[in-house]
């Protein structure tokens, strides 16, 4: 089977999510091809070099985010030529502007199937279903390409059940295209954190503070200005730890010394290993705007860290256990984000209870493993191979 992976969005969890499905399938005995572009992160540089050592084919389109008729057709044609060389069973598109583009390529030029995952929708971000944030291009235009692109596609995969919902209610995806593979990570990476002390003496956090840590990039979707004025809130003995770094950072920092929080909010930068991070924190936090299945959760989840998150998709499929296995507040609340910390801070119980059950839901539902395996399969089913 042959496979082309399209991507534009090459950050944080997306970028994550392709690495993770390509090398996986790889293994499986997928020949895969990735065509991606840079741009958004200097990092996809390194992760291409590796995946070319790997012998897995990339390559290079510089797609934009923005709405650029002439570039987008340009990048089409692009991508249109290499599905008609290569010749594949499968090309399988990322985000919007590579759904777009790639959808568009393969139906006007190739019989192969023609699979999407949004990571959740464009036009979700100015205030959709379960959503909210920034503007991204005119509404009406991204609402009707989002439609046309669904009757164009085999299948859409979501990465949650509730970006599924999403997707129903407004109508972009038709029901019956519409599968649910979650995000997924190899457990064992995280399940025994440690150099937690060593991490909170560089950054100044005394051994004894209780600490706040959330882990991801620095932008608008993350809500960290929401997490910074809820922790206005908090007892003056709680730190915040931020791992990560982004455009919002001198903004964060300075929102944090107006609200008095200079020795309490520690922007701790980019950490390519997470063990310290997750052993310095008390509980973990994610005051995210939206998501699709954020990756930085379930993470904290199987390092046994005791969560807190905004109520946005993904999240709360994650939690969604009997009883729960983390608590969640309102989104865009950081009156509501303050009261959720304080209750975990205060209620050693509660902390300890939701804290031991998140390995164990992690290891069940949201491994790489069954995120790639239900993937090949649905590839499978769509091409007819053995």
């Known amino acids: 089977m042959r496979v082309l992976q399209i991507m ?13 499905l390509v090398y996986g399938l790889t293994e499986r005995g997928v020949d895969v091809e990735v065509a991606c572009a840079v741009r958004r992160d200097s990092r996809m540089r390194l992760d291409i070099e590796r995946m070319r050592a790997a012998d897995i084919v990339v390559h290079e389109i510089p797609m934009v985010r923005k709405i650029r008729p002439a570039l987008d057709a340009w990048h089409t044609l692009r991508i249109g030529a290499l599905i008609l060389d290569r010749r594949f069973d499968v090309v399988h598109t990322h985000s919007s502007k590579a759904g777009a583009l790639g959808r568009t390529a393969g139906a006007l030029l190739s019989s192969a199937a ?12 100015e205030g959709g279903t379960g959503q909210g944030g920034e503007k991204v291009g005119p509404i009406g235009l991204v609402m009707k390409t989002e439609k046309l692109m669904g009757k164009l596609s085999t299948a859409v995969i979501h990465v949650s059940e509730s970006e599924r919902k999403d997707g129903a209610a407004l109508g972009v995806v038709p029901p019956k295209k519409a599968r649910v593979i979650p995000n997924g990570i190899d457990p064992a990476k995280f399940a025994s954190p440690s150099g937690g002390a060593a991490l909170r003496a560089e950054l100044g956090i005394p051994a004894d ?32 730890m931020i791992v990560g770094h982004g455009e919002r950072e001198e903004a964060l920092r300075r929102q944090g010394e107006e609200l008095g929080l200079a020795d309490r909010l520690h922007l ?28 930085a959760l379930i993470e904290a989840m199987a390092a046994g860290l005791p969560c807190v998150s905004a109520d946005v998709n993904g999240s709360r499929d994650v939690f969604d256990t009997e009883p729960p296995c983390g608590l969640l507040v309102a989104r865009e609340d950081p009156e509501a984000l303050a009261d959720g910390l304080s ?17 164990a839901r992690i290891a069940e539902a949201f491994t790489v493993d069954v995120m790639v395996d239900a993937t090949l399969a649905l590839y499978r089913e769509l091409t007819g191979a053995a």
């Open 8 to 20: 534009e969005c090459t950050i944080g969890g997306t970028r994550r999510h392709l690495r993770d």
């Open 114 to 125: 023609r699979v999407h995952t949004p990571h959740t929708f464009a036009f979700s971000f």
């Open 209 to 240: 503070a209780p600490v706040v840590g959330s882990v991801g990039l620095l932008n608008d979707a993350k809500g960290y200005d929401l997490l910074v004025a809820a922790a206005a809130k908090l007892p003056e003995d709680v730190h915040v």
């Open 268 to 295: 701790a930068g980019w950490r390519d290993t997470l063990g310290a991070a997750h052993d310095a924190m008390d509980v973990f936090v994610l005051p995210s705007r939206w998501e699709g299945l954020p990756y």
């Open 343 to 359: 209750l975990l801070l205060r209620d050693g119980e509660l902390r300890t209870r939701i804290a031991s059950a998140g390995p």
